[in-house]
Structure formats: structure tokens, C-alpha cells
């Protein structure tokens, strides 16, 4: 019989699925892109929690390989504000369930009121979402049935980067031997995942007492990380359930700055960058240093950490496909600080909810 899955089992399952993902490129993204108008230059993508995250982290690698205009929309507001512009010629809608309400309904009303490409981006091939838009991207991760999207959620990023890459491709933008070499970036970053499960944990271990006391938590972050410290936002509220905010770097020097204090914990999210952006996180997280002594570094610009804060996750050399593999400690340690707390997230909570707030279109089959 098999075991219950668990939000740590599916963050296990990451590598192997991931890089048959990549394997089975470029299947998928040709199917979801037939009949696409290749000179379309102005996208939107509309998505709510996880999936607008992963919409974050992917646009600059996809507006960087397609030479495409991304606007991305909570799609609730959407529907019920803003208009549609006429200029508008694909549009993506992200549910891992195919199930979001909000994300359908935005979705039908383009396709109601306007000749645009519709793509349903999803986990599920036949699910609801697909019943309203001209194609269908399969993510290839299969149904996730933990109310805590982790192996979606890199499935989606990995999805929307390699949309955006073969789009390139078909308009002759990216040569062979570069879609070759992108390809095996992946696969290089994916190969890694497993490695960064274990130094992510032992992470943990060290600073168990710390994360397990912390009152609340912030992560910071620049660039195509900025989706990253978003997603964190998302998982921390979900599974360890006390105050978190992920924000992007100027945003937090406008305010958020202000309610530091010496028991918050912060993240600075490190990645390759112009130097000038590099300089100005580096002085931001001297001077929060100055204030709490509970800073901590994931960075992906090295493999030698400077201090015993700070988790060296290597060199990425790409930071548009960064947000790819940044996220990944924050799913590690959503399951063990949760569990620190005394919190089992495999006891589900709030089961009504969905279908109180009309969020869903069906029931979750979630374990």
C-alpha cells in the first residue's frame, strides 16, 4: 500500500520529475503553441497565489528569449476592473488545478469579448480551465493532492521558461546550439535539486531553535527573485502560520523598513545581478544587521558560505532562470519549521473554504 503524500514527499519527487519534464520538451510547448501567432508581442498572465508567484519568477526569462511584452493580473481584479486592452494577443491563465474560480472566469470573459490566444496553464489536461481557452500547457507535474503546492509550483516556473524559450526558437530568435544550451542549464539546475534538499535541511538543523522561536519572517529579494520572495510569502503563511511578507528590494526600503526589529527574522535572497543592484542589497542587509541579529542568506552567486547564516546554495550564472532553484529552501523549511512550531500540516484545516468563498469550482482532492 502506497503511503500518504506529504508536502516533503512531493518536494522529494522534484528532480525526477522535473527532468523528465525537460526530457519531454519540446512535446508539450508544441502543442500548447500551435496556431499561436509567433509575432504576438503583448502577453498576459493571470494567476492567483502560487501560480501569479510563478508567473513572477518566469516573466524576465520569458520576455528575454521571446522578445514578448508579459503583464501579469490577479485575475479576479480583472475581471471585475480593468479593461481589456485591444492591443492584447495571448493570454495565459495558471491553475495547477485547472479548479480556480477566479482564474476561469477572467479567462472566459476574453474569450467572450475578444480574438486573443487563451492557454490554460495546468497540472490537469482535462480539468475545468481547459473548457475556456484555445490550448492547453501541461505542466507535467500530475495531480498534487497536498493543499501546499511545491512540486507545482517549480513545474509551473520550469513550464513558463520553456515556453518562453521555444518561442524564441520558432521566431528564429534563438539558434539550435543556444536552445541546446539552455536545455542542459536546466537539467544542470535540476540535478542540483536533491543536494540542495540536503544542505537545505541541514540549514535547518542549525538554526532549528531560531526559525522555531521567530514571531515573523521576511524575505527580500531583486529582479526575477522578487516571484521567489513572493512564493515564500505564500508558503510561509500557508504551513508555518505567523506574519510574512516577501517584498521586493526598493519596495521594502519604502516603508516595510520601519517594523524591523530585534526578534524578526529576514532573508536576503541573493543572486546574480548588476553590480550596482548588488551594492545596494549589500547595504541594506548591513544596516538591517545593525538591528537584528536574525538575518540570514540564500545566495546563489557562491558555494563558500561567509558565515553560518548564510545557506550557499553555488553559482547560477543565469539570474533570469535563478528563481528556479532560489525557492527551494523555503519549501524545506516550510515542512520542518511547521513542524517545529507543532504545526501538522498533513492535519488539514478550513476544509470548507473553497466552497464558502466560491474559490474553487469543485471539492480538493487533497489527503
Same mark, same amino acid.
Given at each position: 500500500?502506497?503511503?500518504?503524500p506529504t508536502m516533503l514527499s512531493y ?136 493543499g501546499y503546492v511545491t512540486l507545482g509550483?517549480?513545474?509551473?516556473v520550469l513550464a513558463l521558461m520553456l515556453?518562453?524559450? $521555444? ?6 530568435? =534563438?539558434?539550435?546550439?543556444?536552445? !541546446? #544550451? *539552455?536545455?542542459?542549464?536546466? @537539467?544542470? /539546475? ?99 544587521? $545593525? ?6 542568506? =540564500?545566495?546563489?552567486?557562491?558555494? !563558500? #558560505? *561567509?558565515?553560518?547564516?548564510? @545557506?550557499? /546554495? ?54
Amino acid at each position: 500500500m502506497m503511503s500518504k503524500p506529504t508536502m516533503l514527499s512531493y518536494i522529494l519527487e522534484e528532480q525526477e520529475t522535473l527532468t523528465a519534464a525537460i526530457n519531454a520538451y519540446p512535446t508539450n510547448i508544441d502543442a500548447a503553441i500551435n496556431g499561436l501567432n509567433l509575432d504576438a508581442a503583448n502577453w498576459l498572465v493571470l494567476g492567483t497565489g502560487s501560480s501569479i508567484n510563478a508567473a513572477k519568477s518566469a516573466k524576465y526569462y520569458i520576455e528575454k528569449m521571446a522578445d514578448v511584452k508579459l503583464a501579469i493580473e490577479e485575475p479576479y481584479n480583472f475581471t471585475h476592473y480593468e479593461k481589456i486592452d485591444p492591443q492584447l494577443q495571448v493570454v495565459l491563465g495558471i491553475s495547477q488545478s485547472g479548479q480556480s474560480t477566479s482564474t476561469i472566469e477572467a479567462m472566459a470573459k476574453i474569450t467572450n469579448h475578444h480574438a486573443v490566444h487563451t492557454m490554460a496553464v495546468t497540472s490537469i489536461p482535462d480539468s475545468e480551465i481547459t473548457k475556456v481557452t484555445t490550448s492547453t500547457l501541461d505542466i507535467l507535474s500530475g495531480r498534487e493532492r497536498v493543499g501546499y503546492v511545491t512540486l507545482g509550483f517549480s513545474a509551473t516556473v520550469l513550464a513558463l521558461m520553456l515556453l518562453g524559450l $521555444r518561442i524564441g526558437v520558432k521566431k528564429g530568435l =534563438i539558434t539550435p546550439e543556444k536552445e !541546446a #544550451a *539552455e536545455l542542459q542549464e536546466f @537539467l544542470d /539546475l535540476t540535478s542540483r535539486f536533491n543536494h540542495v534538499i540536503e544542505q537545505s535541511t541541514r540549514f535547518f538543523e542549525t538554526h532549528r531553535k531560531d526559525f522555531q522561536l521567530a514571531p515573523r519572517f521576511t524575505s527580500i529579494a531583486y529582479g526575477p527573485a522578487a516571484g521567489t520572495a513572493k512564493e515564500m510569502e505564500t508558503k510561509f503563511s500557508e504551513t508555518i502560520r505567523v506574519p510574512s511578507l516577501g517584498v521586493e528590494l526598493e519596495a521594502f526600503m519604502h516603508g516595510p523598513y520601519l517594523e524591523i526589529n530585534p526578534e524578526h527574522r529576514l532573508f536576503f535572497i541573493e543572486t546574480p545581478a548588476k553590480p550596482e543592484i548588488i551594492e545596494k542589497a549589500g547595504l541594506l542587509k548591513a544596516y538591517e544587521q $545593525r538591528h537584528t541579529g536574525h538575518v540570514f542568506t =540564500i545566495s546563489l552567486r557562491t558555494s !563558500a #558560505a *561567509e558565515d553560518l547564516n548564510t @545557506l550557499a /546554495l553555488g553559482n547560477c550564472t543565469d539570474e533570469f532562470k535563478a528563481p528556479y532553484l532560489a525557492i527551494l529552501p523555503f519549501q524545506v523549511f516550510c515542512w520542518y519549521i511547521s513542524r517545529e512550531k507543532g504545526i501538522d500540516i498533513t492535519n488539514r484545516i478550513f476544509t470548507d473554504f473553497s466552497q464558502a468563498v466560491k474559490s474553487k469550482t469543485a471539492v480538493q482532492d487533497y489527503v
